[in-house]
T-cell receptor
Framework: AQSVTQLGSHVSVSEGALVLLRCNYS??????LFWYVQYPNQGLQLLLK??????LVKGINGFEAEFKKSETSFHLTKPSAHMSDAAEYFC???????????FGAGTRLFVKA | DTAVSQTPKYLVTQMGNDKSIKCEQN?????MYWYKQDSKKFLKIMFS???????INETVPNRFSPKSPDKAHLNLHINSLELGDSAVYFC?????????????FGAGSRLTVL
C-alpha cells in the first residue's frame, strides 16, 4: 500500500522568505510523486512531478522538489515566497501498475506581508 | 474552454433527497475520477472509470452510483443524502489509468446537506 504524510497542516512564512513544505512517502514499489496546489474555491493544479528521470524536479511558479530515496522524502521548496503563493498544497503518490493517486492531508501555506 | 467542467458548482439540499453531479472533460483523456474533499481538505478517491469501465470503487456506500455514458462524461448520483455527505466533490481526468499520469481537476461541486 502507498501513502504520503505531510508534516505540518499549516506553514506561515514572510514574503520573500524560503518556503519549505515537507512530504514523506511510503511505497513498496518505485513511486511517482506529485505536488499539487489548490487555490481557494478551485480544483487542484499540478505544480511538479517526479518520475525517476531526475531527483531534483522543477515546477511552475519557481517551486522545486527533491526526491530522496534514503529519506523517503519529497519536500517542496521555493527560495522566495510571494503573496500569491498562499494556498493549500498537496503531496501525492502513485506507481506503475497502480490505479490511483493517493493524496496527503494537505499543508496550508500562509504568506505574511 | 474549460478542460474539466462540473455542474452544479453549489448544491444545497435536504437529508433524504437524491441529487446528481455531472462532469465532462474535453481533453480526450481515457480515465475519469471522482474524489471527495471533506471539511478538513482531505481528498479521498471514490471511483475511477477507464474507457467507460469501472476500475476503482473504494469503500463507498451503495447510495453513491457513478455512471459513464462515454469516456468524456462521468456523472455521480447520490441517493438518500445524509449529513455526512456534505463535502466538495471533484471530478478529474487523466490520459491513462496509472503511473505518472497527471490528474486534471474540475473546479469542484460543493454539496451541503441540511
Amino acid at each position: 500500500a502507498q501513502s504520503v504524510t505531510q508534516l505540518g497542516s499549516h506553514v506561515s512564512v514572510s514574503e520573500g522568505a524560503l518556503v519549505l513544505l515537507r512530504c514523506n512517502y511510503s511505497s513498496s514499489v518505485p513511486p511517482y510523486l506529485f505536488w499539487y496546489v489548490q487555490y481557494p474555491n478551485q480544483g487542484l493544479q499540478l505544480l511538479l512531478k517526479y518520475t525517476s528521470a531526475a531527483t531534483l524536479v522543477k515546477g511552475i511558479n519557481g517551486f522545486e522538489a527533491e526526491f530522496k530515496k534514503s529519506e523517503t522524502s519529497f519536500h517542496l521548496t521555493k527560495p522566495s515566497a510571494h503573496m500569491s503563493d498562499a494556498a493549500e498544497y498537496f503531496c501525492a503518490v502513485s506507481s506503475t501498475g497502480g490505479f490511483k493517486t493517493i493524496f496527503g492531508a494537505g499543508t496550508r501555506l500562509f504568506v505574511k506581508a | 474552454d474549460t478542460a474539466v467542467s462540473q455542474t452544479p458548482k453549489y448544491l444545497v439540499t435536504q437529508m433524504g433527497n437524491d441529487k446528481s453531479i455531472k462532469c465532462e472533460q474535453n481533453l480526450g483523456h481515457d480515465t475519469m475520477y471522482w474524489y471527495k474533499q471533506d471539511s478538513k481538505k482531505f481528498l479521498k478517491i471514490m471511483f475511477s472509470y477507464n474507457n467507460k469501465e469501472l476500475i476503482i470503487n473504494e469503500t463507498v456506500p451503495n447510495r453513491f452510483s457513478p455512471k459513464s455514458p462515454d469516456k468524456a462524461h462521468l456523472n455521480l448520483h447520490i441517493n438518500s443524502l445524509e449529513l455526512g455527505d456534505s463535502a466538495v466533490y471533484f471530478c478529474a481526468s487523466s490520459q491513462a489509468v496509472s503511473g505518472a499520469n497527471v490528474l486534471t481537476f474540475g473546479a469542484g461541486s460543493r454539496l451541503t446537506v441540511l
